[in-house]
């Protein structure tokens, strides 16, 4: 197994436990604060793809999908607190997105000699991620930091247990 071989498992496994715990979530469900203070899980999906797509575009410039207008500013954190249903996605458009950027970032991974994963770009690449290999991972498994958030509004609304 190789080092791609490993990051992109760590995509596989991130993609599985996302799947599972969104499964069965309306439009409406997204927007649940399980507990105060909570980011609801439709901030958190655009969170997620928007992140996803700015670590990949650190690496590769002009390689993901562009997204819609305005996007990054409604995901960003200063948005955090927004729940005006009007300003988010539904289920459907989110993982449309999210497969569009994953696909992307997937060709990159594929497009990188394996020498390349350790190159290190100070300044430009976050001190916690600081080479290209890192910074491929940690967009894989950035999900699953977000996951028990969404175990939370499963839990609330009495949804099977996914795991």
């Known amino acids: 197994m190789t080092t791609k071989d490993l990051i992109r498992s760590a995509y596989a496994s991130s993609d ?7 499964k069965g979530l309306s439009r409406a469900d997204l927007l649940i604060r399980a ?21 990949v575009e ?12 305005g996007f990054e500013e409604t ?10 249903a009007s300003k988010f996605l539904g289920p459907d458009e989110y993982l449309s997105l999210w497969k569009a950027q994953r696909e992307a970032t997937l060709a990159v991974i594929d497009s990188i000699p394996d020498e390349e ?6 300044g430009k690449f976050p001190p916690f991620a ?9 967009a894989g498994t950035h999900p699953i930091l977000h ?14 247990i996914a795991f």
Do not use: C
């Open 147 to 160: 996951a028990g958030q969404f175990v939370a509004v499963r839990r609330s609304l009495g949804l099977p």
């Open 130 to 138: 600081p080479t290209v290999g890192k910074l491929l991972h940690l």
């Open 58 to 69: 650190m690496i590769r410039p002009g390689s993901s999908p562009a997204l819609p207008e």
């Open 117 to 122: 994963l350790d190159r290190e770009e100070p």
């Open 75 to 84: 995901y960003s954190t200063k948005n955090t607190g927004e729940d005006d």
């Open 16 to 22: 599985m436990i996302m799947g599972s715990y969104l």
């Open 35 to 55: 507990v105060p203070g909570m980011n609801h899980i439709a901030w958190q999906l655009g969170h997620l793809v928007a992140g996803e797509r700015m670590m």
